[in-house]
């Protein structure tokens, strides 16, 4: 059995049943059996792929089963996703596919589950892919449609849909649930004092001036990566990061706090550029272990930046007027990372966006109150669903009347990006990853009066 093949079906496994994210186990996996570059480069294919395309490979795994997928058994469903990605979606030759995948579901069930695999698959080969995509779509029109074709719940479609339609952009919808199931390039962050994009042999961001896009490899063999000088980072995470820290020109000794900051991405670029230009960042994350993490990701400042364990929910109490500059980056459904994390679609559910709406709110009213009138406070997500965003700021924005206005964020960045970003009208930012091949992230920067 190909170890690519192994390897791709332990981590869905662990996917499903002990929540593992498949972008940390992954990358362990690979490393441990020392695959050729070759054969890791299959093996990622293999579970990303099959994870972000398992909505419409149950589709077509229910019609050649004759039966629903809740009663197929979870592993071997497991193994029929994996051999219908390659043989759908992949250049896989038939024989191989099958026959491997037959092996396959030999270690995970029993003789008679191995004779369906065999016949499922069987039945599967018979038509091309194009023929099971005609069968699968049927009669189906509109989201639903949409939601089977690019694989995507029919809830998260219908939220983009709505989220695209605020700006007038309708008609892209087909597009960004296309760009969901690509895997993007590496993004590095250069942090600045510390490391150059040209340091870094890769090709800088179009946005990002500290950014910088790799053509491929492991970002983790680089020695600045390894250093800490330089990490890996989504550019639109990067531009929300320095929409705070460039909002307006630094005061030196300025106090600013970055309140959820695990595993500490945007805080390692706030501390480069507080340290450049004589701010104080102190990082605050509530859950100890992500605090480690951003202790980790501090680790190349000395003076280190102060991490706290506070409830983010309680800083206005207890720091009421302290900070010239608060970034939130809100706990969120993740919903603009998606070509990122690809079993996160089947994770999310509805009701996780109305639990972490309410968060998000005292969260940044939280933030509100312990910026200083004058200050500076970022407001982000990386979902570009209304509740999440446009909601939220709102909502702050009526509870706080005259005491908090907008700034004109597209203005901010637009001082700040080497292209122009091309925004809809209106004083947030919403990136989005087929327009700016960034994550989804949404980006509103608000001052107390
Ligand atoms: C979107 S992530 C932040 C990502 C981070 N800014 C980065 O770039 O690496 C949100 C973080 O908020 C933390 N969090 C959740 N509830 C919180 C609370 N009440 N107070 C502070 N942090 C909280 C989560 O544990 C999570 O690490």
Redesign the pocket.
């Given at each position: 059995m190909q170890p690519a093949r192994r390897i791709a079906l332990d981590v869905i496994l662990a996917v499903r049943e002990s929540d593992a994210y498949a972008n940390l186990l992954l990358p362990v996996r690979l490393q441990r059996a020392k695959l050729s570059t070759a054969d890791a480069g299959f093996a990622t294919e293999l579970t990303y792929g099959t994870l972000r395309r398992q909505g419409y490979y149950d589709a077509v795994i229910a019609l050649a089963a004759g039966r629903t997928v809740d009663r197929i058994d979870a592993p071997i469903l497991d193994v029929l996703r994996l051999a219908c990605h390659q043989l759908l979606s992949m250049r896989t030759a038939q024989h191989a596919a099958v026959d491997e995948s037959v092996q396959l579901a030999k270690t995970v069930g029993s003789n008679s589950a191995t004779g369906f695999v065999n016949g499922v698959l069987r039945t599967i080969t018979r038509s091309t892919a194009d023929e099971w995509r005609k069968r699968v779509l049927g009669d189906l029109d509109g989201d639903a449609r949409l939601a089977a074709e690019f694989s995507h719940p029919l809830w998260i479609v219908r939220a983009f849909k709505a989220a695209l339609a605020a700006e007038g952009r309708d008609s892209e919808l087909e597009n960004l649930l296309e760009a969901d199931n690509v895997a993007p390039r590496v993004s590095l962050v250069a942090l600045p004092g510390f490391s150059t994009v040209e340091e870094l042999d890769a090709y800088p961001s179009p946005f990002s001036p500290v950014g910088a896009t790799l053509d491929g490899g492991d970002p983790l063999q680089l020695e600045p990566v390894r250093a800490g000088r330089a990490r890996v980072q989504d550019e639109g995470?990067q531009l929300a990061a320095l929409a705070l820290s460039r909002a307006r020109p630094v005061v030196a000794g300025e106090t600013w706090l970055?309140?959820?900051?695990?595993?500490?991405?945007?805080?390692a670029l706030l501390a480069a550029e507080a340290r450049a230009s004589g701010a104080v960042l102190t990082a605050?994350?509530?859950?100890p272990a992500?605090a480690e993490l951003v202790r980790k990701a501090l680790a190349v400042f000395d003076p280190a930046p102060e991490v706290w364990e506070?409830?983010?929910?309680t800083i206005g109490d207890s720091h009421p007027d302290a900070f010239d500059r608060i970034l939130i980056?809100?706990?969120?459904t993740g919903l603009g990372a998606l070509r990122r994390r690809p079993e996160a679609r089947w994770r999310k559910v509805p009701r996780d966006v109305a639990h972490l709406s309410g968060?998000q709110s005292n969260?940044l009213d939280a933030g509100l109150k312990a910026l200083k009138p004058g200050g500076v406070l970022a407001y982000v997500t990386?979902s570009p669903h209304l509740a999440e965003t446009k909601v939220i700021v709102e909502g702050a924005l009526k509870k706080w009347g005259a005491a908090v206005e907008r700034i004109d964020t597209p203005a901010v960045l637009s001082t700040v990006t080497g292209e122009p970003l091309d925004l809809g009208d209106g004083q947030h930012v919403q990136l989005w990853p087929h327009r700016h091949s960034t994550d989804a992230m949404f980006i509103q920067l608000l001052t107390k009066v």
């Open positions: 995470s970055d309140l959820c900051a695990g595993p500490g991405g945007k805080s605050n994350e509530l859950v992500r506070l409830d983010g929910t980056d809100a706990p969120c968060l969260l990386c």
